[in-house]
């Protein structure tokens, strides 16, 4: 199977800064990856597929980029609602692996 | 709009199965896979597997098979998932979410806890 590996596990920023992200998959997956957000005590929330479309309602701040194996997310300006737990998943054949999860913490 | 309303909290001995069911409103089952996903305590999340609700056809992570059985009953709108021979391991929130045709699940239950504790 096919294994998702986020980077890094946890960080800290201060408020308007930008923040990156990275999920590598073991083998290549294409454009396949999405990413959620899940904040604390919610139900995850779907940020973005096809590794960069950015989901409805979604505010710009967050773009995805990449392909095949290496991706990133990146929250342009860091705000203080975006205290949260970032995962990645595989969105093509099975198993759908999901990343360990970046915790993201305000500074 | 888009609902995934699930069953109620479960507590469960070792050894015994569990039962999660999903009801689906606002869109037309048959069009959609539902995804299954648990998260234990403090932990991320993991996908256990998917139903497509036309054909009854399932695919499972590697790790539950034998274990989950995952059905639909179309008349319904409601998927189910069964894990069996639980363990202590197996207390988790337990989510339904409908696979999104661009990729990924866009619409998630709101998550059923299942206990297991003797």
């Known amino acids: 199977d096919i294994q998702m590996t986020q980077s890094p596990s946890s960080l800290s920023a201060s408020v308007g800064d930008r923040v990156t992200i990275t999920c590598r998959a073991s083998?290549?997956?294409?454009?396949?990856l999405a990413w959620y957000q899940q904040k604390p005590g919610k139900v995850p929330q779907l940020l973005i597929y096809?590794?960069?479309t950015l989901q409805s309602g979604v505010p710009s701040r967050f773009s995805g980029s990449g392909s095949g194996t290496d991706f990133t997310l990146t929250i342009s300006s860091l705000q203080p609602e975006d205290v949260a737990t970032y995962y990645c998943?595989?969105?093509?054949?099975?198993?759908?692996?999901f990343g360990q999860g970046t915790k993201v913490e305000i500074k | 709009q888009v609902q995934l309303v699930q069953s109620g909290a479960e507590v469960k001995k070792p050894g015994a199965s569990v039962k999660v069911s999903c009801k689906a409103s606002?869109?037309?089952?048959?069009?959609?896979?539902m995804h299954w996903v648990r998260q234990a305590p403090g932990q991320g999340l993991e996908w256990m597997g998917w139903?497509?609700?036309?054909?009854?056809?399932?695919d499972y992570a590697q790790k539950f098979q034998g274990r989950v059985t995952m059905t639909g009953d179309t008349s319904i709108s409601t998927a189910y998932m069964e894990l069996s021979r639980l363990n202590s391991d197996d207390t988790a929130v337990y989510y339904c979410?409908?696979?999104?045709?661009?990729?990924?699940?866009?619409?998630w239950g709101q998550g059923t806890l299942v206990t297991v504790s003797s």
């Open positions: 979410a409908r696979e999104y045709s661009g990729g990924g699940v866009d619409h």
């Open positions: 606002g869109y037309t089952v048959t069009g959609y896979y």
């Open positions: 139903i497509n609700p036309k054909s009854g056809g399932t």
């Open positions: 083998q290549g997956i294409s454009y396949y």
């Open positions: 096809g590794a960069s």
């Open positions: 998943q595989k969105s093509s054949s099975a198993p759908w692996t």
